[in-house]
């Protein structure tokens, strides 16, 4: 029976070594995906790249027809911070004081209100955590609007005097709205990601997300398998008929309640090798624990529990490299 899934063959690409291109299919648009940070090919859905920064303007035109025309006025207000407290950018004049309170042609001396003596304890502590959570997400290549909910939710938190009593360290309470601010823009990342970008663990980022979570009475979207899956495979070097294997597997065994209680990010990782497992692409449990930050004990364990219910699992059409029943049981 001919299969509807194209064999995996890769092809040369040394003479687009100066692009991105798709290495099974090197001719085909490349799309970049800038909410997700991904490159990838259009015919196949290959994640090329999965760390491409978003090179677009950042201005925009605030033209009063509201017309697109760059040439049109683009009137700015600097560094103003919304999310900071005096944020006016008004300007003090004092009394002059002797000689000293003139300036060299007569007129009263000025000073700009945001000056840094003048902030207050709140705004110094909001400056820094907008460092820290900037840098975080430049280093996973998260977009502006994923920082800008995060500062947001910071905000919250350090006006929340519950979670200002309870939160421990600083740290955490930042990769926490961070994550936080990924699942609500339907971008998650996972603990671990977050983890490596931060100098907090995971047990401390997930207890201060839970305190957020019910003081500020915020929700975050459902993760599911197919959030994490396009880039696990791709940074496998699967090929699509795995990806979409993998994809069938997960979804299937969250329908049929095989794996309840099981992350979806295990699910996902479990799908992943038992779809291996069948198919001529060999991936090893480990390689697939690195990439997808679970330990090879859970994919092991989850995928025995697939393993049940085996034959259930996979697409129609599917080409097994090895047969149903010569799978490794674990």
């Known amino acids: 029976m001919d299969s509807m899934y194209p064999p995996r063959r890769q092809m040369p690409v040394d003479q687009y070594a100066d692009r991105n291109v798709c290495r099974y299919h090197p001719e085909a648009e490349v799309i970049d995906l800038y909410s997700s940070g991904e490159a990838v090919c259009r015919e196949c859905g290959l994640v090329v790249e999965d760390r491409i920064a978003d090179e677009s303007a950042e201005w925009r035109t605030f ?3 509201g017309s697109s025309d760059h040439s049109a006025d683009m009137c700015r207000v ?42 207050d304890t709140n705004d110094r502590a909001l400056i820094k955590a907008f460092g820290e959570i900037a840098s975080m997400a430049n280093r996973i290549n998260l977009e502006k609007t994923i920082v800008d909910r995060a500062n947001n939710l910071y905000k919250q938190v350090l006006s929340n ?10 740290d955490a309470v930042y990769s926490s709205c961070l994550y936080i601010a990924c699942r609500q823009e339907a971008v998650p990342r996972s603990f671990k990601e977050i983890c490596a970008v931060s100098n907090v663990s995971k047990k401390q980022i997930g207890k201060c997300f839970k305190l957020i979570l019910r003081a500020l009475e915020t929700t975050v979207g459902t993760v599911t398998t197919d959030d994490f899956m396009s880039r696990f495979c791709g940074n496998l070097g699967l090929s699509r008929a795995v990806q979409s294997a993998a994809s069938s597997i997960a979804k299937k065994a969250v329908e049929l309640k095989i794996a309840s209680g099981k992350s979806p990010i295990s699910i996902a990782a479990a799908a992943i090798y038992l779809a291996c497992q069948a198919s001529a692409d060999k991936t090893t449990r480990k390689e697939i624990a690195d990439v997808a930050g679970v330990a090879e004990g859970t994919i092991q364990l989850t995928y ?27």
């Open 78 to 119: 600097g560094s103003a911070n919304p999310l900071l407290a005096g944020n006016d950018l008004s300007t003090l004049i004092g009394p002059p004081t002797g000689a000293a309170g003139f300036s060299q042609n007569g007129g009263a001396k000025y000073k700009n209100n945001r000056s840094k003596t003048n902030l």
């Open 304 to 330: 025995g529990l697939m393993f049940c219910r085996v034959s259930e699992l996979f697409p129609d059409g599917f080409v097994f490299s090895v047969p149903i029943d010569k799978l490794p049981r674990n």
């Open 63 to 65: 033209s009063k027809d």
């Open 161 to 170: 005097k519950k979670i200002m009593k309870a939160k421990g360290r600083n």
